[in-house]
């Protein structure tokens, strides 16, 4: 199991990608996909990347900026999203600060989703997600 790694700079479009693979197969329009951020400040990186490599589907997709990871986590829903936090938590053996989205409840378009998130991410752990800024400013 691993995730696949995408550039932060393609990370608009690779929620934009799910969004429309979901669209095309998700009639019902369910919660398609979740977006999931964690804080891994701090940690290491091999062994943050020992995480990855352990916890993530071959499915999944990662992309970072520095300390701050966002997940796209496809077919899986908040509970499920929420099982893989939980995960992360336990590998580490300390609690994360994260915050989950899913698609199309917490926002019909990526800019909606990723403002979503970090307007969240600002209340809940005073934490600006500046790395979003160059996405979301530009809507």
């Given at each position: ?10 990370f608009e479009q690779l929620v ?19 977006l999931l951020y964690c804080d ?100």
């Amino acid at each position: 199991m691993a995730g696949v790694h995408f550039s932060f700079d393609n990370f608009e479009q690779l929620v934009d990608l799910n969004i429309g693979i979901s669209e095309r197969l998700d009639e019902n329009r369910a919660e398609s996909f979740t977006l999931l951020y964690c804080d891994f400040s701090g940690i290491e990186q091999s062994i943050v990347d020992a995480s990855l490599l352990e916890i993530l589907r071959s499915s999944d997709a990662i992309a970072n900026s520095e300390g701050d990871y966002f997940f796209v986590l496809p077919y899986t829903d908040k509970y499920g999203a929420e099982i893989v936090k939980k995960m992360f938590d336990e590998f580490f053996a300390k609690h994360l600060d994260s915050f989950l989205l899913s698609y199309p409840v917490d926002g019909e378009t990526s800019i909606e989703l990723l403002e979503n998130m970090q307007d969240s991410v600002s209340t809940f752990f005073k934490k600006e997600l500046h790395c979003l800024d160059t996405i979301t400013r530009d809507y």
